[in-house]
């Protein structure tokens, strides 16, 4: 049973363009959550997806940050008009199903560098 | 504003000895706590957790213990061993927050010497 997927594992952007993060949660998770983390510091919770539905994006900046976990595909993390403070590793967990107590399984991580 | 703290960036301990990890946190509305594991360009792994109903929690080598009244909880690996060498997050979360977001500590690393 794989694990949770990210890709790309790097990614370089110029500022002013787009950045798209992919993450497949496991096989049989509907919950997506996005975290980010930036150098020497813990991971900050950004969204939270479900199937077609973002349920807490309380994390998320509210420019140019986006987030879709469409009915089929993997769940995207879109950045526009990226800026050097946008330089983080990303990283996806999935659940099965939000319960409490429920453990989130982490995906290896993108980590973007805006030259 | 930090709801979690670690406040050890690092620490290092000899093979074999016990290795002590801290986290204090100012939220109380947290009534679930866990660790993590991370290794270099890795994803965070689950190690261990703690519901606030408890104060103590054992898996093999790894003891979790929390302190409701300090707001403290406490991350111990005996005896450590190299290859529990990594950065340790402390997390918390809240039972009446949708979808069960985790609140991160900065993490410490520890660095285990064989």
């Known amino acids: 049973n794989a694990g949770v997927m990210q890709n790309p594992r790097h990614l370089v952007r110029r500022r002013g363009q787009e950045a798209r993060l992919r993450c497949s949660p496991m096989k049989g998770h509907s919950h997506v959550y996005w975290y980010r983390q930036l150098p020497e510091e813990g991971l900050k919770f950004m969204v939270y997806l479900q199937k077609e539905n973002i349920i807490d994006e309380s994390g998320m900046p509210k420019e140019r940050f986006s987030a879709e976990f469409p009915k089929e595909g993997p769940s995207i993390l879109r950045i526009q008009q990226v800026v050097r403070g946008d330089s983080a590793a990303y990283f996806c967990?999935?659940?099965?199903?939000?319960?409490?107590?429920?453990?989130?399984?982490f995906g290896p991580g993108t980590r973007l560098t805006v030259l | 504003d930090q709801q979690v703290k670690q406040n050890s960036p690092s620490l290092s301990v000899q093979e074999g000895r016990i290795s002590i990890l801290n986290c204090d946190y100012t939220n109380s509305m947290f009534d679930y706590f866990l660790w993590y594991k991370k290794y270099p360009a890795e994803g965070p792994t689950f190690l261990i957790s703690i519901s606030s109903i408890k104060d103590k929690n054992e898996d093999g080598r790894f003891t979790v213990f929390l302190n409701k009244s300090a707001k403290h909880l406490s991350l111990h690996i005996v005896p450590s061993q190299p290859g529990d060498s990594a950065v340790y997050f402390c997390a918390a979360t809240e039972g009446n927050n949708a979808g069960n977001m985790l609140t991160f500590g900065g993490g410490t690393r520890l660095m285990v010497k064989p």
């Open positions: 967990a999935s659940s099965p199903i939000a319960l409490r107590y429920n453990e989130q399984f």
